[in-house]
């Protein structure tokens, strides 16, 4: 994804959005919900329910910016809530999540030897 930023931090808001909000109310599910501020360097990404539509949303010193992508087969693989903080993203599971690619990966396994 090319964007005119280069963010520090990329925030995932796991919990679906109505997507009638546009940058008004998506601030203020930064302000209220993830408890940031939508000021600071960094992308912060949502989802409608269907998981078919993504809104990034940043603000590039000069006033907030809104990002729109659909996806017209499919849904984006989304992780699911595991704890109220705001997850964090790295630039590669960003590209991954557009691309269509799971972020999360699968939960560690845990062996134990047997009959040893």
């Not at 995932?12 to 408890?35: C, M, P």
């Not at 006033?63 to 087969?73: D, H, I, T, V």
């Amino acid at each position: 994804m090319k964007m005119f930023v280069q963010p520090a931090r990329v925030y995932l808001h796991v919990e679906a959005v109505d997507f009638r909000k546009s940058i008004n109310g998506l601030v203020l599910i930064v302000e209220q919900q993830l408890l940031l501020s939508p000021f600071i360097d960094a992308l912060f990404i949502f989802s409608n329910k269907k998981r078919d539509k993504l809104k990034i949303l940043y603000w590039d010193k000069t006033g907030f910016a809104l990002w729109y992508k659909r996806l017209e087969k499919h849904r984006f693989k989304w992780p699911q809530k595991v704890t109220d903080e705001p997850m964090t993203l790295s630039e590669q599971q960003l590209h991954w999540l557009l691309g269509g690619f799971d972020i999360v990966g699968h939960p560690p396994l845990q062996y134990q030897s047997v009959g040893l």
